[in-house]
């Protein structure tokens, strides 16, 4: 059980007092009177009590340093009567003091704290006390950068076979800072399409994306996905196919069917709506599903489908404080995760599992998270919203983050049994920084439209009047390179071709001809050559003049008569169209009411 659940509320200090030993009692006395302490237990509770009114409290809290003050001031004001530490900790940096040595001596003595707190609760006419006159604390505060490095160092413990001794070693790992929104946007519709031509396949158990599935997505993600495929073998990808695969099927706009998705309706409306729109859907169905507990990502954690699977929190009210707590962040600002983390332990409460004693790593024995400390917050919950940042709102593109290889990122986990072959905990750890972006700002409502944020301008590319794009920078970043792949046809190393075709295709895939001229713009600091304006208008006016209304039923009449009497009956005529002489198209939406008009004119056709 949580730690927290365990504490009762102690309604008065006199009954705290009472249900104190004799001897916790004598320790406290002299906190509140030099004077020659009785030794009966009725008569200390009465000794200590006259103290711990309202006439006589004001001179003890003048008493506390300001640590301790702060401490008496957040559980004053907090909703309940209990002192957190993780959240105090979190929030100040560092504890109170509840115990100091006495001087000359080995032993320890209570501070004053002792006689406002029993076992960290706070009686509650002793709080109500304390209201009238304890200012409230301090408002936990965010820090943010404008900007993050670009380089990290780590140090690395070495074995010199020559020496028999580790060696230090240091190296520098570059920082990869990856903008999300757009790629996010662009994947969406990606993805969807990818569904419709039947080419997703999941489980039919877990519904989670196959191998084969995987693969099939891919190529086609913006850049790939967050690592390289060849961090397959090591157990971090995939994180991009993996998340998208489950929040279409969360956001209801793909359902299983066999072993393979298939687009719903609301899957095939959203080919034709804005993608902001669905993925602020998305986020909002995805705070909300029961597919999958986030926690099941971090392989390493044993027991979560066995004895463990009974203690673990609602998905739900997790994902909803991770939530309320991205909206507290600035926009536009990168946060330091561990930043982050702190904020939420000194703001929020909530937490993984109720019983950590049946979750483990390697050994259900000795590798137990029931063991004080081996399952705290940055073991479990650290890891639960890691994934969550990671895995789903960075590929939904609510967040731009900052990220190196997960191998060695995070060392707070040295002292867990079972962990000495270990490199990292979770695939997530490498996260080290993360921004809200645009897109983040409207899906969790602190923005009511939605307005991208501009290309960055950088000149590393040529567009010619021939129709040729020539990179003359530095090489092109992943995404980069993937966007040209998908508007224009690469006919060396380092020249791309822009052809009708090609165009054509990335506008049936979804893509829009307004973010290529953005992109070519912004890469080539100077504004297109006419040739090649004309051409993507031209496209782009072309793209326009026909428009998919979704899947039809094509019904072959017998005579041209039937088909016209059906076309314009009233009771059938608002659910099918006429084609031809002998053909009627019936949208898929409208089929059930069709048939159900059709039988009354007396027909039917089979199913």
Not at 52 to 72: P, T
Not at 373 to 385: C, T, V
Not at 546 to 561: F, N, S, V, Y
């Amino acid at each position: 059980m949580s730690y927290t659940k365990e504490r009762q509320n102690l309604p008065t200090v006199k009954g705290a007092l009472q249900s104190q030993t004799v001897e916790s009692l004598k320790k406290l006395a002299p906190l509140v009177s030099a004077a020659q302490k009785p030794n009966r237990k009725a008569d200390l509770v009465e000794f200590i009590l006259p103290y711990l009114q309202k006439s006589q409290l004001r001179a003890l809290w003048k008493k506390l340093d300001k640590l301790q003050q702060a401490a008496v001031a957040e559980t004053v004001h907090s909703t309940d009567s209990f002192y957190h530490p993780e959240q105090f900790l979190a929030k100040y940096g560092e504890a109170p003091n509840w115990e100091e040595r006495e001087e000359g001596r080995y032993s320890w003595t209570h501070t004053l704290l002792a006689l406002f707190f029993y076992n960290e609760v706070m009686p509650d006419d002793l709080k109500r006390a304390f209201k009238a006159f304890v200012p409230k604390p301090k408002t936990a505060t965010l820090a943010t950068q404008d900007d993050i490095p670009t380089i990290l160092e780590q140090s690395w413990q070495v074995w010199d076979e020559k020496t028999k001794k580790y060696q230090t070693l240091d190296i520098k790992i570059p920082v990869v800072l990856c903008e999300t929104e757009r790629a996010a946007c662009h994947e969406l519709q990606a993805v969807l399409r990818l569904i419709e031509a039947g080419k997703l396949t999941v489980s039919d158990k877990t519904r989670f994306p196959t191998a084969v599935g995987i693969k099939a997505m891919n190529p086609i993600l913006l850049g790939g996905d967050f690592y390289e495929e060849e961090s397959k073998d090591e157990g971090i990808v995939p994180i991009k196919p993996f998340a998208w695969a489950l929040l279409v099927q969360a956001g209801g706009l793909a359902e299983l069917s066999g072993k393979r998705l298939q687009l719903t309706k609301s899957g095939q409306k959203a080919l034709s709506v804005l993608p902001e729109k669905t993925i602020v859907s998305l986020w909002k169905r995805w705070l909300k599903t029961t597919l999958i507990d986030e926690l099941r990502r971090v392989d390493c954690i044993k027991g979560q489908t066995g004895k463990g699977k009974r203690g673990l929190t609602a998905v739900a009210g997790r994902r909803q404080v991770i939530n309320e707590a991205l909206t507290s962040c600035p926009p536009g600002k990168w946060i330091d995760i561990d930043e982050f983390f702190c904020q939420m332990q000194a703001t929020a409460t909530f937490e993984v599992t109720r019983d950590p004693g049946h979750l483990y790593i390697s050994d259900p024995n000795h590798g137990n998270l029931g063991y004080g400390g081996f399952g705290g917050w940055h073991i479990l919950e650290a890891r639960y919203s890691l994934c969550l940042l990671f895995e789903y709102a960075a590929t939904l593109g609510l967040i731009d983050i900052a990220y190196i290889s997960p191998h060695g990122a995070r060392e707070d986990y040295g002292e867990l049994w079972g962990t000495d072959d270990m490199v990292f905990i979770s695939r997530y750890d490498g996260l080290l920084y993360f921004r809200l972006n645009p897109l983040g700002t409207y899906c969790l409502g602190l923005e009511s439209k939605y307005a991208p944020a501009p290309l960055e301008t950088k000149p590393v590319l040529k567009v010619l009047p021939n129709l040729e794009i020539v990179v003359t920078g530095n090489s092109l970043n992943p995404a980069d390179t993937f966007l040209l792949d998908s508007y224009a046809k690469k006919i060396s190393d380092a020249v791309w071709k822009l052809e009708q075709n090609r165009l054509l295709s990335a506008l049936e895939a979804g893509s829009k001809i307004s973010n290529l001229q953005e992109f070519l713009e912004a890469r080539s600091g100077q504004k297109l050559p006419k040739t090649v304006a004309q051409l993507l208008t031209d496209i782009n006016y072309r793209s326009c003049r026909l428009q998919d209304k979704g899947t039809a039923r094509l019904i072959e009449c017998a005579e041209a008569t039937l088909a016209i009497l059906i076309a314009n009956d009233a009771r059938t005529k608002p659910y099918c169209l006429l084609a031809g002489d002998r053909y009627l198209i019936i949208p898929v939406e409208s089929e059930t009411r069709f048939r159900s008009a059709l039988r009354k004119l007396g027909y039917s056709f089979p199913k």
